[in-house]
C-alpha cells in the first residue's frame, strides 16, 4: 500500500495508480464525511464523486503543512455545502428569519446531550438524514465540524440568527426523536 506522500506526489503526477490509492485507501471515510450532509447514500455518493473530482483537480495545491486526511475531508464538506447552496438556489426555504424568542431560548440552552451514550451510531445517522436540509446543514457543521455561527452564515448566505435558529431546532428535533425511541423501547 503507498503512504500519503507517495499518493499525493503520484497524483500531481497524474499517475492512475495514485488515483485509485487515493480512492480505495479514503473513499468510505469520505462517504460517512458526505452522508452526514446528505440526505441519502445516493446524495452522498453523488458528493463524493464531485468531491474526487475536485480533489483529483487541485491536489497540487496541498502543501502537506496539515494532515491530508482533514484536507480531503474538508474538500468533501466544501463540496456537499456547495451542492446544497445549488439546491437552495433552486428552491426557496420557510425560514421564519424574525424568531428572536427561538434564537433567545438556544442563547439560554445549556443542555447537552451525549448522543452516543443514548444512541448507536448508526440510528443516529438515520437521524441525522431524516433532519431538514437547513437544519442538518447547520448542524453538521456547528457540531460536527466545530464551525462558529459566523461562518456558517458566510458558508451558507444565511444570517447569524438564522443559523442559530436552524441549530436550535435541529437540536429539537433530534431530541424528540430520541426521547420517542427511548419511550418505545421502554414500553417493549
Given amino acids: 500500500m503507498l503512504s500519503d506522500d507517495q499518493i499525493i506526489e503520484g497524483c500531481k503526477k497524474g499517475k492512475r495508480h495514485a488515483y485509485s490509492a487515493l480512492y480505495k485507501k479514503y473513499a468510505a471515510v469520505l462517504l460517512a464525511v458526505c452522508y452526514r450532509y446528505t440526505k441519502s447514500r445516493m446524495e452522498a455518493e453523488d458528493v463524493l464523486q464531485?468531491?474526487?473530482?475536485?480533489?483529483?483537480?487541485?491536489?497540487?495545491?496541498?502543501?502537506?503543512?496539515?494532515?491530508?486526511?482533514?484536507?480531503?475531508?474538508?474538500?468533501m464538506v466544501n463540496t456537499a455545502i456547495n451542492q446544497y447552496k445549488a439546491k437552495q438556489r433552486q428552491k426557496t426555504l420557510d425560514i421564519d428569519l424574525n424568531s428572536k424568542e427561538i434564537v433567545q431560548k438556544h442563547e439560554n440552552d445549556n443542555e447537552a446531550i451525549e448522543l452516543e451514550e443514548?444512541?448507536?451510531?448508526?440510528?443516529?445517522?438515520?437521524?441525522?438524514?431524516?433532519?431538514?436540509?437547513?437544519?442538518?446543514?447547520?448542524?453538521?457543521?456547528?457540531?460536527?465540524?466545530?464551525?462558529?455561527?459566523?461562518?456558517?452564515?458566510?458558508?451558507?448566505?444565511?444570517?447569524?440568527?438564522?443559523?442559530?435558529?436552524?441549530?436550535?431546532?435541529?437540536?429539537?428535533?433530534?431530541?424528540?426523536?430520541?426521547?420517542?425511541?427511548?419511550?418505545?423501547?421502554?414500553h417493549l
Wanted: charged share 25%; proline share 2%; aromatic share 10%.
Fill in 50 to 75: 464531485e468531491g474526487f473530482v475536485k480533489v483529483f483537480q487541485k491536489i497540487g495545491s496541498f502543501e502537506s503543512r496539515g494532515s491530508f486526511e482533514g484536507w480531503l475531508k474538508r474538500v
Fill in 118 to 186: 443514548i444512541i448507536p451510531q448508526a440510528e443516529l445517522m438515520k437521524l441525522l438524514q431524516q433532519l431538514p436540509d437547513g437544519y442538518r446543514m447547520v448542524f453538521n457543521m456547528y457540531a460536527i465540524e466545530g464551525l462558529q455561527h459566523n461562518e456558517i452564515s458566510e458558508e451558507l448566505n444565511i444570517s447569524v440568527s438564522t443559523s442559530k435558529t436552524q441549530l436550535f431546532k435541529a437540536r429539537r428535533w433530534l431530541r424528540q426523536k430520541i426521547e420517542e425511541r427511548q419511550q418505545k423501547l421502554v
